[in-house]
């Protein structure tokens, strides 16, 4: 079977690679990329296992076995850990990585199979991972109807597009217009980066230093900062003191999701009434990943959709 692997720091190959064994075998109908997976592609990542690897997390397929169309969840918990116990098996300090969605098949435990509604399409189906952990997100924040988000990437316009349809006030800030374009489609209101103003629970979906520091300006007193976007390796960031001390603001971590949060997605995208479309890009083959993967950042906010089946055919990426 044909399968991308990485050899390195953007060294992508595409190869055939011998057929997964034992738990349960999968046939990738489509795996969408997203800001992790650039990250992994440049600099490597904790989850991956030593070069040669191979990686994609967004996945559905169907089980070889039943038939069944299933989204194959990007990794289980432990279930023994301290946070597992205590029921927070999003930040499982030993959880299993199901990586490979960038294949003809991959092999996953059981427990990281979700099934999918018979009318969403595989494409639709693979947002649920990130949408599962924008669903983790919002329930890290507060029930405020006033909300601001940092950044209009397809996390930024997730949580945007969530808490809209929940009948919230959502401003979402971005520099590019065409991702301020994307925000209103999704219900939200869109706004230039240097305009966001104050809001009472403040989304930071970047991963970049600025970023958490622009999220904590942009929070009212008494506010709430939920910080989505991780920072590259490394980074340090300094936070303006005196609007945490003085305007008693709360700033929150978020991470990951939980099972059950995964269902959740899935019955989201599957009811309807979010054009989340909107998020997804053109279809490509295994062959035309690495393009997509060096596509300049900018511009509107599109999840590559990649349908292993396929051969290259030279798409505009």
Partial sequence: MRAALLYGPEDLRVEDVEE???????????????????????HGHRALAPYPCRFGHETAGV?????????????????????????????????????????ERIAAPPEALHPIPDHLSAAAAAIAEPLAAAIHAIAR???????GVIGGGPMGLMLGALMAADGRSVAVSDPHPERRTQATQLGASAVDAQNLGQHDLVFEAVGRPEAWRAAVNAAAPGGVVVF?????KGAEVTLPPAPIHYDELELRGTFHHSPAEVDRALAILG??????????????????????LAAPSGGPAKKWVVDPRTRATGAAV
Avoid: H, N, Y
């Fill in 20 to 42: 997964p064994e034992g738990e349960v075998v999968v046939e990738v109908q489509a795996a969408t990329t997203c800001g992790t997976d650039v990250k992994m592609w440049r």
């Fill in 228 to 232: 989505v976007g991780g920072c590259p």
């Fill in 63 to 103: 089980r070889l076995d039943t038939g069944d169309r299933v989204l194959v969840s990007d990794s289980i918990a432990c279930g023994e850990c301290a946070p597992c116990r205590a029921g927070r098996p999003q930040i499982c300090r030993a959880p299993i990585w199901v990586l490979g969605g960038f294949g």
């Fill in 141 to 147: 924040g507060t029930d405020s109807s006033d909300v």
């Fill in 271 to 292: 009811a309807g009434g979010i054009e989340w479309q909107v998020l997804l890009g053109e279809t490509i083959s295994l062959e035309e990943l690495p393009l997509a």
